[in-house]
């Protein structure tokens, strides 16, 4: 059985995301405690009760534990099956954690996975943003062999929530090494700024100006899509998602969502700021994309290798977990202003 104490390294919801996860990949049980012991309200809030849930249904897992606050459980996955799975968080958590748990399950399932996600949010606090998922993250992962179809169907923001996502996942049992070595030259940089029942006052559009304002004072060029939603009438909010591609493929992200009494001039900037970052220090990663990919490479074949701006206590975290537990081997070396992340061998 593996054990993991879950109040290591971050202390965090990725420890249980992942845990669970790779469990399931392995066909071994799983035994975690002190379930986000390092946060302030610890133990399972509901998104990552319904992620461990999801995760179960996709495992065909006996899970012990699982319960709202609790800091301990038991998962005991009998094989990924795939198929149809419906999720159901039921207040504003994100959507975006829920995929990041299930999405590596996804890959080595038998059949194609058609997961359904409701009343949840889908550009919150704490969390990338659905947009991010869709334009960054998933791209990526299609490089290494993980091809995903995702369709926002619903919007959800804090607090009501009520957002809804359908993923389609075509299994890639031999997931490709990642080799990202080449910042290459930037070609264009795109973006989509979103708002939900927000339209008469041109949110989606202040925040592409203003995100397309502070490029420019740097020097660079975007296009960002403004999209005025109206499909959740419940949950007004907003949200905005940039990313720049390279000659040699490389993708970077940054994003930010609107709040209450945040001015959509503030969401656009800090977007853009958010890009800028990665763009001024050419990594072929960026942050945040770092710490999600470790669980792929971590499973795929041979060794793969991409160049971070900063080690966040994610990245560290996701790569003491992988080790731990698929008991592969993890490098990172500084090169220049950046660092290099390499995962060695099978």
Same mark, same amino acid.
């Given at each position: 059985?593996?054990? $993991?104490?879950?109040?290591?390294?971050? =202390?965090?919801?990725?420890?249980?995301?992942? #845990?669970?996860a790779?469990? @399931?990949?392995?066909?071994?049980?799983?035994?975690?405690?002190?379930?986000?012991?390092?946060?302030?309200?610890?133990?399972?809030?509901?998104? +990552?009760?319904?992620?461990?849930?999801?995760?179960a249904? !996709?495992?065909?897992?006996?899970?012990?534990g699982? #319960?709202?606050?609790?800091?301990?459980?038991? %998962?005991?996955?009998?094989?990924?099956?795939?198929?149809?799975?419906?999720?159901?968080?039921?207040?504003?958590?994100?959507?975006?954690?829920?995929?990041?748990?299930?999405?590596?399950l996804?890959? %080595? *399932?038998?059949?194609?996975?058609?997961?359904?996600?409701?009343?949840? @949010?889908t550009d919150? /606090?704490?969390?990338?943003?659905?947009?991010?998922?869709?334009?960054?993250l998933?791209?990526?992962?299609?490089?290494?062999?993980?091809?995903?179809?995702?369709?926002?169907?619903?919007?959800?923001?804090?607090?009501?929530?009520?957002?809804?996502? #359908?993923?389609?996942?075509?299994?890639c049992?031999? !997931?490709?090494?990642?080799? !990202?070595?080449?910042?290459?030259?930037?070609?264009?940089i795109s =973006?989509?700024?979103?708002?939900t029942?927000?339209?008469?006052?041109?949110?989606?559009?202040r925040?592409?100006?203003?995100? &397309? /304002?502070?490029?420019?004072?740097?020097?660079?060029? *975007?296009?960002?899509?403004?999209?005025?939603?109206?499909?959740?009438?419940?949950?007004?909010?907003?949200?905005?998602?940039?990313?720049?591609?390279?000659?040699?493929?490389?993708?970077?992200?940054g994003?930010?969502?609107?709040e209450l009494?945040?001015? &959509?001039?503030? $969401?656009?900037?800090?977007?853009?700021e958010?890009?800028?970052?990665?763009?001024?220090?050419?990594?072929?990663?960026?942050? +945040?994309?770092?710490?999600?990919?470790?669980?792929?490479?971590?499973?795929?074949?041979?060794?793969?290798?991409?160049?971070? /701006?900063t080690?966040?206590?994610?990245?560290?975290?996701?790569?003491?977990?992988?080790?731990?537990?698929?008991?592969?081997? %993890? +490098?990172? &070396?500084?090169?220049? &202003? !950046?660092?290099?992340?390499?995962?060695?061998?099978?």
């Amino acid at each position: 059985m593996l054990e $993991v104490d879950g109040s290591q390294k971050s =202390g965090s919801g990725t420890i249980l995301r992942l #845990s669970v996860a790779l469990a @399931g990949i392995l066909g071994e049980p799983l035994h975690i405690y002190n379930i986000r012991r390092k946060r302030g309200n610890p133990g399972l809030r509901p998104q +990552h009760l319904e992620a461990v849930l999801t995760a179960a249904r !996709l495992c065909g897992a006996e899970t012990e534990g699982a #319960s709202l606050d609790s800091q301990e459980i038991w %998962f005991k996955p009998q094989g990924i099956k795939g198929g149809n799975i419906r999720a159901e968080i039921g207040t504003a958590g994100s959507i975006p954690m829920l995929l990041l748990t299930v999405l590596p399950l996804c890959a %080595f *399932a038998k059949q194609t996975v058609h997961l359904h996600i409701v009343r949840g @949010g889908t550009d919150v /606090r704490h969390s990338p943003t659905i947009n991010y998922l869709k334009h960054v993250l998933l791209p990526v992962l299609g490089r290494m062999g993980l091809k995903t179809i995702l369709e926002i169907e619903k919007y959800g923001y804090y607090p009501k929530g009520m957002g809804e996502v #359908s993923l389609l996942a075509q299994p890639c049992p031999q !997931l490709a090494p990642l080799c !990202l070595e080449d910042y290459g030259v930037l070609k264009e940089i795109s =973006g989509v700024s979103v708002c939900t029942f927000l339209e008469d006052r041109k949110v989606a559009e202040r925040q592409a100006n203003a995100a &397309s /304002r502070h490029l420019e004072a740097h020097g660079y060029e *975007a296009n960002i899509r403004v999209v005025n939603d109206r499909s959740n009438p419940i949950q007004k909010g907003s949200s905005l998602v940039l990313s720049g591609k390279t000659s040699t493929g490389v993708l970077l992200g940054g994003d930010a969502i609107g709040e209450l009494r945040k001015p &959509s001039e503030v $969401v656009g900037k800090e977007a853009a700021e958010n890009l800028r970052k990665e763009l001024k220090a050419k990594p072929t990663v960026d942050s +945040h994309l770092a710490d999600m990919l470790v669980p792929y490479v971590a499973l795929a074949e041979g060794n793969s290798i991409y160049l971070a /701006r900063t080690v966040t206590e994610h990245l560290d975290t996701n790569i003491w977990l992988a080790q731990k537990i698929l008991g592969v081997e %993890f +490098h990172i &070396s500084r090169v220049g &202003s !950046l660092y290099q992340v390499e995962k060695v061998g099978s």
